[in-house]
T-cell receptor, first 111, second 116 residues
Framework: ELKVEQNPLFLSMQEGKNYTIYCNYS?????LYWYRQDPGKSLESLFVLLSNGAVKQEGRLMASLDTKARLSTLHITAAVHDLSATYFCAVDELYGNKLVFGAGTILRVKS | DTAVSQTPKYLVTQMGNDKSIKCEQN?????MYWYKQDSKKFLKIMFSYNNKELIINETVPNRFSPKSPDKAHLNLHINSLELGDSAVYFC???????????????FGSGTQLSVL
């Protein structure tokens, strides 16, 4: 059974600092997603990572995938307050059509 | 013990049938949700209940009716199923409602609905 673990679960950081959120998963998969959720909103898709070594960047966020290590990272560069949200990683079950979600990381960026 | 459990995991049915998906959480949370996962894996909220009261009702057809007998349960009943209803439906819960500090969601494992 596929399990997805995120850490940290809560992250409080100062503006301008860098940090990384980690997502580990337990069985083989070829697709990993990062989502952002703002209060009162649905989950918004940030990145889809489809292959080993995939790296995607959008603004101050960069996501990478190492399928051999079963690890994805979401790196935050020079954080700003607007990045405060909850971030979820989710992994596609191989041969399935369902996502398995991590527990989410609450990110708070302080001015 | 599973925190948020939903049943069934898979549901295959004919067009026009009525079906229900059940969700239960043992986390003591006040708020529960139903999300629909579309073909692009985007999760869109359908309903949110806080302490058995409907808080969010997105533009979902009337054929979808949530029912919350108590704050630990939120069931989804779907009438007259259509092909376009085929999707994965996720139940989730949170300690507080959306917009309050601790908005982190705990997801169920999903129900894959296939309408033939």
């Amino acid at each position: 059974e596929l399990k997805v673990e995120q850490n940290p679960l809560f992250l409080s950081m100062q503006e301008g600092k860098n940090y990384t959120i980690y997502c580990n998963y337990s069985t083989t998969s070829d697709r990993l997603y990062w989502y952002r959720q703002d209060p009162g909103k649905s989950l918004e898709s940030l990145f889809v990572l489809l292959s080993n070594g995939a790296v995607k960047q959008e603004g101050r966020l960069m996501a990478s995938l190492d399928t051999k290590a079963r690890l994805s990272t979401l790196h935050i560069t020079a954080a700003v307050h607007d990045l405060s949200a909850t971030y979820f990683c989710a992994v596609d079950e191989l041969y399935g059509n369902k996502l398995v979600f991590g527990a989410g990381t609450i990110l708070r960026v302080k001015s | 013990d599973t925190a948020v459990s939903q049943t069934p995991k898979y549901l295959v049915t004919q067009m026009g049938n009525d079906k229900s998906i059940k969700c239960e959480q043992n986390l003591g949370h006040d708020t529960m949700y139903w999300y629909k996962q579309d073909s692009k894996k985007f999760l869109k909220i359908m309903f949110s209940y806080n302490n058995k009261e409907l808080i969010i009702n997105e533009t979902v057809p009337n054929r979808f009716s949530p029912k919350s007998p108590d704050k630990a349960h939120l069931n989804l009943h779907i009438n007259s199923l259509e092909l376009g209803d085929s999707a994965v439906y996720f139940c989730a819960s949170s300690q507080d409602g959306m917009g309050i500090n601790n908005e982190k969601l705990f997801f169920g494992s999903g129900t894959q609905l296939s309408v033939l």
